[in-house]
């Protein structure tokens, strides 16, 4: 019998679109002269203490695995800065768990908890993960439309017209990777009745939880009775421009992170040693390159925001993480339409706000972690671009 | 009353890079651009901002072989003056590109250029050894620059991030 790889596929596997972000990338990589706002990560480099505290370790011969929920050195670490900079309670031994990057802790959250069935509340537009990873898990995904008006917060009678009887988990994306949008305290608070009474857990990805603009980041973990009905989910990627060394954590009700490190166990054994003791040194030494970054990134979210405001597509201030996510409806474009058409005659490369789910049609994804050189040019040409086509008025 | 933080902020941008415009300084830092001209002006007028230039690698400027020394120079500071009076001596010299009065073993801490080692050479035994004040020289010549005012010369900035979905 003839072999056919793509019938031996798994269902889910094959119903999982390939990501709207990647596309676009990929024609603009070919691309003479392109200009992309479109990575999501860092544009500066791991800070030297902590690159050479990763070598150090290699000098050292630390070129083992590390326990399985990771160097206990490093749990403790973590929550002692979560105290520090989030005034979370967290104890290192039993409620950390450090994994490859931050999507492995939500990867192993949802495997966690999902029987099938179960379903996963998702506000978007947001990060493009959650959805495929609760399908392979055997969830369902069900997508909560936030909207622009409300600054893509999720507000608690969005929440409660999503849940059902099947509901179990709520998705957290926040500070928001597309919208910059935060939830501020308040928010957070409208939330806790309605997540306590459906009796839902919520998985808080705060990834960007250091990248904040004015105003800084609360956990709902922090909220009265939230702390053993979230698993909080973060890592080194952004706060400290560690991408690269694929590390991260979850924090949560030891039971929980219990069992989430039984499936860590089996899947990855340990995260990276080198990576962990380099992420020491970010803890106990970081939040001078963290201030530093964020100030940076502030002078350029300022510009983006004013120039994109100005030439008139309108954005609204994101509050944190590195992305500005413009209204391009103004232009009688979709997001598709816009970004090709502006790849192709301008070659600027960002990212259609669809890819981050229906709601984010009518805006683009811009991300600020580039060069002010780099972003003033790519907004020339959007302008240029803008005037070229007549697309405003 | 002046935003002593809001100034310092400028002046860091500046520092990293002079070519931005006065648009893009104002909305980086959430100020209109009559504000930023006119911090600009008062730091121009008061002497903190002194120019503008590019930051140069020399070692890429092919028709150049300008060489670099450090000269530490021990002297006698005189009666009444201290070490200003010797300072301005110095300074004059547009051979001198950089001038410290420094803490430690010896005084001042002097940068000259010059078109090759003969010139740099006649140049501190003739101009800063024969000064009245100086004690001792002690001459240190550049051999190859690595970073400067926080610039890294040896390795070229490229954007390497890969396509990634996310």
């Known amino acids: 019998m003839s072999f056919n790889p793509a019938s031996f596929i798994n269902r889910s596997v094959s119903a999982i679109p390939p990501s709207g972000i990647r596309k676009f990338f990929d024609i603009a990589a070919e691309m003479k002269d392109a200009i992309s706002l479109g990575v999501g990560e860092p544009d500066f480099v791991t800070p030297w203490h902590i690159r050479n505290e990763g070598i150090y370790s290699l000098e050292k011969g630390k070129t083992h695995y590390t326990s399985n929920a990771g160097l206990k050195e490093l749990r403790l670490a973590v929550a002692s800065y979560l105290k520090r900079r989030f005034n979370l309670n967290y104890d290192g031994l039993s409620q950390v768990l450090i994994t490859v990057g931050g999507s492995e802790a939500i990867d192993l959250f949802l495997r966690t908890v999902l029987n099938p069935g179960d379903e996963v509340l998702i506000p978007e537009p947001s990060f493009v993960c959650y959805k495929p990873i609760t399908a392979l898990a055997g969830g369902v995904p069900v997508t909560i439309k936030t909207k622009a008006e409300n600054k893509f917060k999720l507000t608690p009678q969005e929440l409660k017209k999503a849940i059902t009887p099947k509901t179990k988990v709520l998705v957290l994306p926040y500070p928001s990777n597309p919208t910059g949008g935060i939830m501020e305290k308040a928010d957070l608070e409208a939330l806790v009745p309605v997540i306590k009474e459906a009796n839902l857990m919520v998985i808080s990805d705060e990834i960007y939880g250091e990248l904040t603009y004015g105003k800084k980041h609360i956990s709902i973990a922090s909220l009265e009775g939230m702390a053993e009905r979230t698993v909080l989910v973060s890592g080194f990627s952004k706060a400290y421009a560690m991408t690269g060394w694929r590390l991260g954590y979850a924090c949560g009700h030891p039971d929980i992170i219990k069992a989430m490190t039984k499936v860590h166990q089996y899947a990855i054994m340990s995260a990276p040693t080198t990576a962990q003791y380099a992420a020491v040194s970010a803890l106990e030494k970081g939040d001078n390159d963290i201030e530093y970054m964020c100030s940076e990134y502030n002078k350029r979210r300022n510009l983006i925001v004013s120039r994109f405001n100005a030439m008139g597509l309108e954005c609204f201030e994101p509050e944190g993480a590195f992305y500005a996510f413009p209204s391009i409806k103004a232009t009688g474009l979709s997001s598709e339409e816009f970004v090709e058409k502006l790849l192709y005659s301008k070659k600027v490369a960002v990212v259609p706000g669809n890819a981050f789910g229906e709601s984010g049609e009518g805006f683009i994804r811009c991300s600020y972690a580039y060069s002010v050189e780099n972003i003033s040019r790519a907004l020339d040409r959007i302008e240029e671009f803008l005037n070229d086509n007549k697309l405003l008025k | ?166």
């Open chain 2, 1 to 166: 009353m002046k935003n002593q933080k809001l100034y310092n902020d400028i002046i860091n941008s500046l520092h990293k890079n002079c070519k931005l415009s006065l648009e893009e300084l104002a909305a980086m830092h959430g100020i209109s651009v009559a504000a930023a001209a006119e911090i600009i002006d008062n730091l121009e007028k008061d002497g903190t901002i002194l120019g503008y230039g590019a930051i140069i690698n020399w070692d890429k400027v092919n028709s150049t072989n300008r060489v670099t020394a450090y000269i530490e120079l021990k002297v006698t500071p005189q009666r009444n003056q201290g070490f200003d009076r010797i300072a301005e001596r110095i300074y004059q010299y547009p051979e001198v590109t950089a001038l410290n009065l420094m803490s430690g073993s010896y005084d001042f801490g002097v940068t000259v250029e010059g078109d090759n080692l003969k010139d740099i050479s006649l140049f501190v035994s003739q101009h800063l050894a024969t000064m009245d004040a100086v004690i001792s020289t002690a001459t240190h010549f550049v051999l190859k620059r690595y970073k400067n005012d926080g610039n890294i010369l040896t390795v070229q900035k490229e954007d390497d991030r890969e396509v990634m979905s996310l």
